[in-house]
């Protein structure tokens, strides 16, 4: 297979160099925001205007954000509103929405977070493995496992900003770093509907791959700083899940969505099982039937980072595999150790999958 060099992050041809590059995509990306917070200003009606208290908690809407002015922005000020952006996306576990805090007297961005709010069904609401500890407690263990690897400084995980639970009508909302340059998912889709399709540059695929492998690393041991830590999967690896933010040399990745994440504290082995997205899960969450089951470790979440991989090199979105669900290798999928690259030879993989590096396209396949 031949080498196929890749042009710039940005795939534009611009003879800017990268860094440049980021400058420019960050300051547009800020015009924008500032652009629509302008628009809900003039076209809301006051009462949908949420103003900024001087205290630790502030509701947006129905919302609660839960951290202090002064650690975020530095700065108090009467005349901050919180606005609603817009709605990001929405998956099986709740819907995500971008809030930006904006200055009317200076006329500009303060801080920004995304909410995802997660409606709790009755399953989950008396499920034990839902809950961190104590079940009593009521602590969402989504919540409390990424605010202790936000806290701990695991490289490669997106800021955890903090979460409300409203037990009354069993909403749970939590409050992550806004990610302005989107998703890998995003990003293959936008390379590939360029004319001609694009190569995603290999050097970001090996960032992609270096970065997480050292969050699956942290995540097993603390960082090798936290005394006592108890390894901790994140079970639910796909490109949507690997959030971009601005970086040296065009972007930096991020794991984001602990929705599926747990520590390895369980003594029923049944209890790591779960399956968050088929066909991107390791053996070991899909085969239910095996007895005794496969066993669990970050090995789960390595595999899981394999799917990441294949996506950018098979120019595969998450969102082309539901068209597999009739094809036969599906109906398997939970009793027969299929990997993904299995089915990603259906889901429309495209013709230049086959030029990146030997060493590349081995290490993913």
Not at 81 to 102: D, E, T, V
Not at 109 to 115: F, H, M, R, S, Y
Not at 131 to 156: C, F, M, S, V
């Amino acid at each position: 297979m031949g080498r196929v060099e890749s042009g710039p992050l940005d795939a534009s041809g611009s003879s800017e160099s990268q860094q440049e590059q980021v400058r420019n995509r960050a300051r547009e990306k800020l015009q924008e925001m500032i652009n629509d917070v302008k628009y809900a200003l003039a076209t809301r009606p006051e009462k949908d205007r949420v103003k900024y208290p001087l205290s630790s908690t502030t509701k947006v809407g129905n919302i609660e954000l839960t951290f202090h002015d002064d650690q975020t922005t530095g700065t108090r000020s009467h005349n901050a509103a919180w606005i609603l952006r817009k709605k990001l996306g929405q998956g099986g576990f709740g819907k995500c929405y971008h809030w930006i805090k904006y200055d009317t007297d200076t006329n500009s961005i303060l801080d920004t977070v995304v909410c995802k709010i997660i409606d709790i069904s009755e399953d989950e609401w008396n499920n034990r493995l839902y809950w961190y500890g104590d079940t009593n407690n009521r602590e969402p263990i989504e919540a409390i496992l990424h605010r202790r690897l936000t806290t701990a400084k695991i490289h490669g995980v997106i800021e955890f900003r903090g979460y409300a639970l409203d037990k009354e009508k069993r909403i749970n909302k939590i409050h992550i770093r806004y990610a302005s340059e989107g998703t890998l998912d995003t990003l293959i889709r936008k390379f590939r509907e360029r004319k001609p399709p694009v190569l995603i540059p290999e050097p970001l695929i090996w960032k992609v791959a270096d970065r997480l492998l050292s969050t699956i690393e942290g995540m097993a041991d603390g960082g090798g700083k936290e005394e006592g830590w108890v390894k901790i999967l994140h079970r639910d690896f796909k490109t949507p899940n690997v959030a971009l933010i601005p970086g040296r040399g065009g972007f930096s990745p991020l794991l984001l969505d602990f929705g599926g994440a747990l520590e390895m504290t369980w003594d029923n082995p049944q209890d790591y099982m779960g399956i968050w997205s088929r066909l991107m899960a390791a053996p070991e969450q899909r085969l239910l039937t095996l007895d005794p089951p496969l066993e669990f470790g970050s090995h789960t979440d390595v595999y899981g980072l394999g799917a990441v991989l294949y996506g950018p090199v098979n120019g595969t979105t998450y969102y082309d595999y539901p068209n597999l669900v009739h094809h036969p290798l599906y109906a398997q999928v939970n009793i027969k150790p299929y990997a993904l690259w299995e089915f990603g030879k259906h889901a429309g993989p495209m013709p230049w999958h086959i030029s990146y590096s030997q060493e590349l396209y081995a290490f993913v396949v």
